[in-house]
């Protein structure tokens, strides 16, 4: 609460980047410096639909069809999980918005609580570089963190760092010409995002090919204001 006894306002962010950009390991960073809650759409999703929400029957009915889910029962699911009492401090989107019609619509529904996006901040990548540090990424299967064959191994061979783990595991996509196709993909995607968070004054770039220190401090530089 602020010095006149009303409830802070929120902090929601919008990381965008492209696959391997970093945005998974800096979404846990910042909700670790500063209490918020990453929400990726498709966990969200997957547990509306095991949790037999409105929502959750709604887009299990889609999913069964074989279609996509619309953006109105996206929003729905965030709806839903953005009024738990975990989410007051503000959280970080994770694979939504995608398009433009997206953004306007999360526009609307951070307005009906006196919301609205605190930042955007788009991970800035060189295309060619970004293949090779994709191609090299895996998982551990227990706990999510990311390694890389060169440029983060786990500190003991074939344990991970974060849990203690010994299972990882490669996305069977994560390959040369694959990665270029994705890459393709986003930029083609995410211009107009860059222009409706440009047009509203809260976008930043980062550069994404720093050190993942560097750019963890670059990130609490841009949100660290805006929770004070």
Do not use: W
């Not at 344990?159 to 994705?182: H, K, L, M, W, Y």
């Amino acid at each position: 609460m602020d010095g006149a006894g009303t409830p802070a306002k929120a902090t929601n962010l919008v990381l965008l980047g492209p696959p391997g950009a970093g945005k998974g390991t800096q979404a846990r960073r910042l909700e670790e410096r500063f209490g918020l809650v990453q929400l990726s759409t498709g966990d969200l999703l997957r547990a509306a639909v095991a949790q037999g929400t409105q929502a959750g029957l709604a887009a299990r009915a889609v999913m069964e069809r074989g279609d996509l889910v619309s953006d109105e029962i996206v929003i729905a699911i965030l709806r839903d999980r953005m009024a738990c009492d975990d989410c007051r401090a503000g959280v970080i989107f994770d694979g939504f918005p995608r398009t433009a019609a997206q953004a306007e619509a999360l526009d609307a529904l951070l307005a009906e609580a006196g919301g609205a996006i605190t930042a955007a901040i788009s991970l800035v990548v060189d295309d060619a570089a970004m293949v090779e540090r994709v191609s090299g990424r895996f998982t551990c299967a227990g706990c999510g963190e990311g390694y890389h064959d060169r440029f983060k191994q786990p500190s003991a061979t074939g344990i991970c760092d974060n849990c203690g783990s010994d299972a990882f595991t490669r996305r069977p996509d994560d390959n040369a010409e694959t990665v270029a196709q994705r890459l393709r993909a986003y930029h083609a995607q995410t211009a107009p995002l860059i222009a409706h968070y440009d047009a509203k004054g809260v976008l930043t770039g980062v550069d994404a090919m720093a050190p993942i220190d560097a750019v963890s401090e670059s990130l609490t530089a841009i949100v660290d204001p805006a929770t004070a």
